[in-house]
């Protein structure tokens, strides 16, 4: 699956959708990969903010759909390229979890692959959400990330912190090289499927009949809002 322009979508309402059809996407350089990672059947969407950010409280109201039962729909910090260093902060929903999200820290020096960063730590963990509800219902995802800790909400309840000093020794990169060492990066969002080889143990397992006919799938996010830690804010 590639993103595309195509699947970042504005119908009127208000609400920002980004989308997943059946598309033949040719082969183009690609610069998170940076490579070229070949043709694709389907394209998505995904949205970027064009600042790069350093601390502070991320929120975004968003739902995931509910007619598909494999994908990842997300909110998160990432630093482009991911080579040297990759790092994150997430928000994740999969599809083959409708009742929990994902909230993640990922870190990891030349790591090419997620199975890479494992070498520096996991700190993926998921969280059921409150009151019995899905993450086809709306909700408010938020994360205030710091120097010392990462706190993950939902619908205003902490639901997990992570410390600085709960870092796996090889999690923590020296210098700015990893979330708690403050290195800048973009907000992001976006709406993907899972490659076959990966989807049973990540984001759910999809069925091709979901897009006969032309029919395409909406992640829809209603706002977003991020609130900076001034004193820490990168100076370009």
Same mark, same amino acid.
């Given at each position: ?6 699947? =970042?979508?504005? +119908?009127? !309402?208000?609400? &920002?959708?980004? @989308? ?5 996407? *040719? ?57 040297? =260093?990759?790092? +994150?902060? !997430?928000?994740? &929903?999969?599809? @083959? ?5 994902? *909230? ?133």
């Amino acid at each position: 699956m590639r993103f595309c322009d195509r699947g =970042v979508v504005f +119908e009127g !309402d208000g609400y &920002l959708r980004l @989308r997943i059809q059946k598309e033949f996407m *040719s082969d183009s350089y690609s610069q998170a990969e940076l490579g070229y990672p070949g043709d694709r059947l389907y394209s998505g969407g995904e949205i970027r903010t064009r600042k790069k950010y350093r601390y502070g409280r991320c929120e975004v109201r968003m739902k995931a759909p509910h007619e598909l039962s494999g994908f990842v729909q997300s909110v998160f910090t990432f630093h482009y390229p991911k080579l040297p =260093v990759w790092d +994150e902060i !997430d928000w994740e &929903l999969q599809g @083959r979890h409708p009742d929990r999200a994902a *909230s993640n820290m990922i870190v990891g020096k030349y790591a090419k692959e997620w199975a890479d960063t494992r070498d520096f730590g996991s700190y993926e963990h998921e969280v059921s959400l409150p009151h019995g509800s899905l993450i086809s219902d709306w909700h408010v995802y938020a994360f205030e990330w710091t120097p010392d800790f990462i706190k993950w909400y939902i619908d205003g309840h902490l639901m997990r912190t992570l410390t600085r000093g709960a870092l796996h020794p090889r999690g923590w990169i020296p210098g700015d090289d990893s979330p708690f060492g403050g290195q800048s990066s973009e907000i992001m969002m976006n709406f993907w499927l899972p490659n076959p080889e990966i989807m049973a143990d990540f984001g759910g397992c999809w069925n091709e009949a979901a897009f006969d006919h032309g029919r395409s799938v909406d992640a829809t996010y209603d706002w977003f809002r991020y609130y900076s830690l001034d004193a820490y804010q990168p100076k370009s």
